[in-house]
């Protein structure tokens, strides 16, 4: 038997706008991996010199660490729109190719 529960979430639009105020949407004001946002705003101002789009990147790890949250702040900061999605939603390569195209 399957939960589709757990894959098959519906989401409010204003809980999206809602959670969308949470977020910072800055680097300044993301708080803490100062490492990282170093590289990542070297990544961002390179690609701007250039006048290309920013190469891949990738971001792993258990839930809570930010990684949407950098991944949205990246495309703010690029100008961008971005599709986000996650692991458990992409069950075959055509999930991916979808959410791709």
Known sequence: MSDDSITNIEVDNDELLFEATLRPSQFEDYIGQEKTKRNLEIFIEAARIRGDALDHVLFYGPPGL????????IASEMGANI???SGPVIEKSGDLAAILT
């Open 83 to 85: 599709k986000s999605t």
């Open 66 to 73: 930010g990684k949407t949250t950098l991944a949205n702040i």
